[in-house]
C-alpha cells in the first residue's frame, strides 16, 4: 500500500494576503494556494511546516488524512467565544503518555480546538482509499460557526472522543451535557464519523440531553437582556450590519447574551445533573442493543423491498418470454465469450421468471429450441453446464 497524506486549510475570517501566500508557495510547488486555502496531497514526503503553527499565523481550519489511520481537524476561534473555564470542562488532563483526542491550544487571541483519531489497528477501511481527505474541510468547516454561535455540542463530543481513546476513568465525571445530543447538525454528525465516535457511547450520554427546543431563550430573556443594552452597543451591532458584516454582528451579540444567561442562572441549573463515566456506561448496553436492533429492522425492510422488487421484475420478464429466447438467439449468434456471458445472464433470469408464474415447463421448452440452433457451441455449453441449466438445476 503505498503512503497518502491529504492537507487541507481554510482561511475564513480574512483571505491571505498574497505575501503571506508566498511565504505558504515557499513551502510546497504542487499545492493549490488561494486566498482562501491550501489543499495538497502527499504520496511521498511531507508537509514542510508544522500544520499548528500554520492555523496559529493564516489560518482558521485544517484538515489531516493519512491512509495508516490518522485524521485532524484543527478549528481556530477568538478568544471570545469561550471562556477558559468553559473549555477546561471539556479537556481534562489525559493519562501521561496517551495522545489526546481533542484538545485546545491557547494563543494571544484564539483558541484552537484539536480533535483527532489514529487507528493503531490499521484495520479500518475508511483509510485505505485515497478519497477520504477531500470533502472533510466542506461538511466540518460548519463546526466552527456553530461554535461561534455558542453551540457547545462538538466540545462535548470531543469530550466522547477521549472516552473511545480510553483517555476518561470510570470515576470522572462527564462535562456539562449540552442540549441537542439526540439531534445532531449535519456537521456535527460529520464530526462523530469523522472521529469514528462510538454510536453507543453518544446515545448513551445522550440520554441526559434535553431538546433544543426545550432549552431555547424565551423570549421573555431575550427581551430582558435587550432592555440592558446601552445604546451604544445596539449602535456597534448595527454598525456591523451596515457595513455587511452581519455573521460577526450575529455572533458577537449572540455571545454577549450567552454570557448574561450564564450569569444569571444559578450553579447545576443551566445543564442536567453531571455523571460519571461509570453511570453513563450503565445505558451503553442499552443503547447497542437498540441499535443492533434498530439496524436488524431496516436491514428486514431493506431485503423485503428488494424481494417485492425482484419478484415485480420477474413477472414482468416472465410475460415477455418469447422476445427474450428471441433475443437470446440473436445475442448467441455473436459466438463471442461476451455474447455467451449475456445469454446466459438472459436465460438464468428468465428460468427465475418461469419457475415464479409457475410455468417451468414452459422454460424446459424454450431452452430445447434453443438448443437446438446452438447446441454445438462447446463454450456455450459448457457455461449452461456449469451454470446447471438444462440438467434440472435451474
Request: a negative charge; aromatic letters at 8%.
Given at each position: 500500500?503505498?503512503?497518502?497524506?491529504?492537507?487541507?486549510?481554510?482561511?475564513?475570517?480574512?483571505?491571505?494576503?498574497?505575501?503571506?501566500?508566498?511565504?505558504?508557495?515557499?513551502?510546497?510547488?504542487?499545492?493549490?494556494?488561494?486566498?482562501?486555502?491550501?489543499?495538497?496531497?502527499?504520496?511521498?514526503?511531507?508537509?514542510?511546516?508544522?500544520?499548528?503553527?500554520?492555523?496559529?499565523?493564516?489560518?482558521?481550519?485544517?484538515?489531516?488524512?493519512?491512509?495508516?489511520?490518522?485524521?485532524?481537524?484543527?478549528?481556530?476561534?477568538?478568544?471570545?467565544?469561550?471562556?477558559?473555564?468553559?473549555?477546561?470542562?471539556?479537556?481534562?488532563?489525559?493519562?501521561?503518555?496517551?495522545?489526546?483526542?481533542?484538545?485546545?491550544?491557547?494563543?494571544?487571541?484564539?483558541?484552537?480546538?484539536?480533535?483527532?483519531?489514529?487507528?493503531?489497528?490499521?484495520?479500518?477501511?475508511?483509510?485505505?482509499?485515497?478519497?477520504?481527505?477531500?470533502?472533510?474541510?466542506?461538511?466540518?468547516?460548519?463546526?466552527?460557526?456553530?461554535?461561534?454561535?455558542?453551540?457547545?455540542?462538538?466540545?462535548?463530543?470531543?469530550?466522547?472522543?477521549?472516552?473511545?481513546?480510553?483517555?476518561?476513568?470510570?470515576?470522572?465525571?462527564?462535562?456539562?451535557?449540552?442540549?441537542?445530543?439526540?439531534?445532531?447538525?449535519?456537521?456535527?454528525?460529520?464530526?462523530?464519523?469523522?472521529?469514528?465516535?462510538?454510536?453507543?457511547?453518544?446515545?448513551?450520554?445522550?440520554?441526559?440531553?434535553?431538546?433544543?427546543?426545550?432549552?431555547?431563550?424565551?423570549?421573555?430573556?431575550?427581551?430582558?437582556?435587550?432592555?440592558?443594552?446601552?445604546?451604544?452597543?445596539?449602535?456597534?451591532?448595527?454598525?456591523?450590519?451596515?457595513?455587511?458584516?452581519?455573521?460577526?454582528?450575529?455572533?458577537?451579540?449572540?455571545?454577549?447574551?450567552?454570557?448574561?444567561?450564564?450569569?444569571?442562572q444559578r450553579p447545576g441549573q443551566a445543564y442536567a445533573e453531571r455523571r460519571t463515566l461509570a453511570r453513563i456506561a450503565?445505558?451503553?448496553?442499552?443503547?447497542?442493543?437498540?441499535?443492533?436492533?434498530?439496524?436488524?429492522?431496516?436491514?428486514?425492510?431493506?431485503?423485503?423491498?428488494?424481494?417485492?422488487?425482484?419478484?415485480?421484475?420477474?413477472?414482468?420478464?416472465?410475460?415477455?418470454?418469447?422476445?427474450?429466447?428471441?433475443?437470446?438467439?440473436?445475442?448467441?449468434?455473436?459466438?463471442?465469450?461476451?455474447?455467451?456471458?449475456?445469454?446466459?445472464?438472459?436465460?438464468?433470469?428468465?428460468?427465475?421468471?418461469?419457475?415464479?408464474?409457475?410455468?417451468?415447463?414452459?422454460?424446459?421448452?424454450?431452452?430445447?429450441?434453443?438448443?437446438?440452433?446452438?447446441?454445438?457451441?462447446?463454450?456455450?455449453?459448457?457455461?449452461?453446464?456449469?451454470?446447471?441449466?438444462?440438467?434440472?438445476?435451474?
Amino acid at each position: 500500500m503505498s503512503e497518502y497524506q491529504y492537507y487541507e486549510f481554510a482561511a475564513v475570517d480574512r483571505p491571505l494576503t498574497p505575501q503571506q501566500q508566498t511565504e505558504l508557495r515557499s513551502h510546497s510547488s504542487r499545492a493549490a494556494i488561494t486566498a482562501t486555502g491550501f489543499i495538497n496531497e502527499y504520496h511521498w514526503g511531507d508537509l514542510k511546516g508544522d500544520p499548528l503553527a500554520w492555523v496559529e499565523r493564516y489560518f482558521d481550519a485544517h484538515v489531516y488524512s493519512a491512509n495508516w489511520g490518522s485524521c485532524r481537524l484543527l478549528l481556530r476561534l477568538p478568544r471570545g467565544t469561550f471562556d477558559e473555564a468553559t473549555l477546561n470542562g471539556f479537556t481534562p488532563p489525559s493519562p501521561d503518555g496517551l495522545d489526546s483526542a481533542f484538545g485546545v491550544h491557547r494563543t494571544a487571541s484564539h483558541w484552537i480546538l484539536d480533535w483527532c483519531f489514529h487507528d493503531d489497528s490499521g484495520e479500518l477501511e475508511r483509510f485505505w482509499t485515497e478519497a477520504d481527505g477531500p470533502g472533510w474541510m466542506t461538511r466540518l468547516l460548519p463546526l466552527r460557526d456553530e461554535l461561534l454561535r455558542g453551540d457547545l455540542r462538538p466540545l462535548y463530543l470531543g469530550w466522547l472522543a477521549r472516552v473511545c481513546n480510553d483517555e476518561v476513568d470510570d470515576t470522572d465525571v462527564e462535562p456539562p451535557v449540552p442540549p441537542g445530543l439526540q439531534s445532531l447538525t449535519p456537521a456535527q454528525a460529520a464530526l462523530v464519523e469523522f472521529l469514528l465516535i462510538d454510536p453507543d457511547w453518544l446515545s448513551a450520554a445522550a440520554v441526559a440531553s434535553p431538546n433544543t427546543e426545550d432549552s431555547a431563550d424565551s423570549d421573555g430573556q431575550a427581551d430582558a437582556w435587550l432592555s440592558l443594552q446601552s445604546p451604544e452597543d445596539m449602535r456597534k451591532t448595527l454598525r456591523l450590519l451596515l457595513a455587511g458584516a452581519g455573521q460577526q454582528a450575529e455572533r458577537e451579540l449572540k455571545g454577549r447574551f450567552l454570557a448574561w444567561q450564564r450569569s444569571q442562572q444559578r450553579p447545576g441549573q443551566a445543564y442536567a445533573e453531571r455523571r460519571t463515566l461509570a453511570r453513563i456506561a450503565e445505558g451503553y448496553d442499552e443503547a447497542r442493543t437498540a441499535r443492533l436492533d434498530r439496524e436488524r429492522r431496516a436491514a428486514d425492510a431493506l431485503a423485503a423491498r428488494q424481494r417485492e422488487e425482484r419478484e415485480k421484475y420477474l413477472r414482468r420478464l416472465s410475460e415477455q418470454a418469447d422476445e427474450i429466447w428471441a433475443s437470446v438467439d440473436e445475442t448467441l449468434q455473436r459466438g463471442s465469450g461476451a455474447a455467451y456471458d449475456q445469454a446466459l445472464h438472459a436465460v438464468r433470469e428468465l428460468a427465475d421468471a418461469l419457475a415464479l408464474a409457475g410455468r417451468p415447463a414452459d422454460f424446459d421448452l424454450g431452452l430445447a429450441r434453443l438448443q437446438a440452433s446452438h447446441g454445438k457451441r462447446a463454450a456455450w455449453v459448457a457455461r449452461l453446464d456449469k451454470a446447471g441449466i438444462g440438467r434440472g438445476e435451474a
